[in-house]
């Protein structure tokens, strides 16, 4: 009996194993390179042991804070050996097309507009890859993305009336350095700050208001707390002082411009993202200046009362948006119409970018839908060639991308964007495949400007 129980009990290990390396071998095999990317690295997606010569389901989901999922999804046709290669093939058809390793990442969207309305951050660091044959799953696969190399350190700053955050790679001393400075969103941007320092740079995260010890508002905001910034910067032992950057998006990428021209000999090199070169009034009072200068405003031009703005949209001179979901704000008009009401004051109200003395590099997307940055850049172009300014400088102007040109590979479906300052949504413009190239190539021509100019 006992000899009976020994054998069943082998023969059942037997079996066991046996079923074990069966499975082993015939389940599909999902193989990301790199395993654990930078949030700025494309990764290669191949899925092997797959049947051969049938159309399967790749999708690529995530979660936002309120635990929404987010999720993209494409059909592939596998080869003769049963592989797929996200890298190198293009779908059959899903939510983009087109080779693109990193399609399934930035056609990340979801399936409820409705969630839209209340979602926030989303959690792209972690993104499940599963594969469907039909309706049924064949296997699964986390790929973790770095929000910031191990290496770089991170460190709050308080002191001589700076706000902000410092990230640098370990070790480093005199290496090159960069000041980044947010849009009219406010708060530090720490995220844009940690990638740039997990590429060697010392980068100082600026706040300039909606932080605690800030102002609450975009307006009168002393350009003497830059210039105070600039100097305690370049005292850091990270930062070699002859080799500086700034960079800022949207109001900020005004504010770099502003910054470069009062200020020519603080800095080595100057990034705007989607910027003007107008100065513009505060956000919550347009009879305020948004920017001030020993004690004096920055000419700008002003934003009339809400009456005369409605008054105008129902003369059909600007669009009559509501801002809401279902009918977000459309500002590049409000913003050309501006300009030609107050035509008399733009001269005084352009920044003199003749005074830089540094490297500029200049980004925009043609179908901005929050102001004209494409049209902007031109402007500022055209300025330093008629003022026979001898800078180098470049203007990176991408076709359907809008004012969201951002950091690399993240969702970027065409979506209402609401704005925490003005409390009305927004269009942005562009479309999800041509703010993904934008992103792409936009940081890509980052790296190569600031590599250039600094190191």
């Not at 797959?50 to 999922?69: G, H, R, T, V």
């Not at 001393?173 to 590429?199: T, Y």
């Not at 989607?274 to 956000?283: C, D, E, F, N, T």
């Not at 490297?359 to 060639?385: A, C, H, Y």
Request: with cysteine; net charge neutral; proline share 7%.
């Amino acid at each position: 009996m006992n000899k009976m129980i020994h054998y069943v009990l082998i023969f059942s290990v037997i079996i066991i194993m046996g079923v074990t390396l069966f499975w082993l071998k015939s389940t599909p095999n999902i193989f990301v390179t790199p395993e654990h990317p930078l949030i700025d690295e494309p990764v290669e997606i191949l899925i092997s042991k797959l049947p051969a010569n049938q159309q399967i389901i790749i999708e690529a989901s995530c979660k936002d804070k309120d635990n929404n999922a987010w999720t993209s999804r494409a059909t592939f046709q596998t080869d003769d050996k049963g592989v797929v290669n996200v890298a190198k093939q293009a779908p059959i058809s899903g939510s983009y097309s087109g080779i693109d390793p990193m399609g399934l990442i930035w056609s990340i969207a979801p399936a409820d507009t409705e969630v839209l309305k209340r979602t926030g951050v989303l959690n792209t660091q972690e993104i499940s890859i599963s594969v469907f044959l039909k309706d049924k799953l064949l296997t699964q696969k986390i790929i973790h993305r770095l929000p910031v190399a191990s290496n770089v350190e991170k460190k709050e700053i308080r002191e001589n009336g700076i706000v902000g955050t410092l990230f640098y790679p370990k070790g480093i001393k005199n290496g090159p350095g960069v000041i980044v400075v947010g849009g009219s969103g406010g708060r530090i941007p720490e995220d844009f700050a940690q990638l740039l320092a997990s590429h060697g740079y010392a980068v100082l995260a600026l706040g300039f208001f909606r932080v605690e010890g800030l102002p609450k508002k975009l307006e009168n905001i002393p350009l003497e707390y830059f210039e105070n910034a600039f100097h305690w910067f370049k005292q850091q032992p990270e930062v070699d002082k002859n080799r500086v950057a700034i960079c800022g998006r949207s109001r900020g990428g005004e504010l770099v411009l502003l910054l470069a021209a009062t200020f020519p000999e603080q800095m080595q090199a100057v990034i705007a993202y989607v910027p003007s070169g107008i100065v513009w009034a505060g956000l919550s009072d347009g009879s305020k200046p948004a920017w001030t200068y020993k004690g004096q405003p920055i000419p700008f031009i002003k934003r009339p009362l809400d009456e005369e703005m409605l008054e105008a949209a129902k003369q059909g001179l600007i669009p009559d948006n509501k801002g809401t979901f279902e009918d977000p704000e459309e500002n590049t008009s409000k913003f050309l119409y501006l300009m030609k009401k107050f035509s008399k004051d733009v001269e005084a109200a352009t920044i003199p970018v003749e005074k830089i003395i540094c490297p500029v590099l200049l980004i925009s997307g043609e179908d901005d839908k929050m102001w004209p940055s494409t049209l902007f850049s031109n402007m500022i172009m055209e300025r330093l060639d008629k003022k026979k300014s001898t800078i180098v400088r470049n203007h990176l102007q991408f076709p359907n991308a809008g004012h969201g040109v951002q950091n690399p590979y993240g969702p970027t479906p065409g979506r209402p964007y609401y704005h925490q300052v003005a409390g009305a949504w927004m269009t942005v413009g562009g479309t999800a495949q041509g703010n993904s190239s934008a992103d792409k190539l936009a940081w890509e021509g980052v790296l190569s400007f600031l590599n250039e100019t600094l190191k």
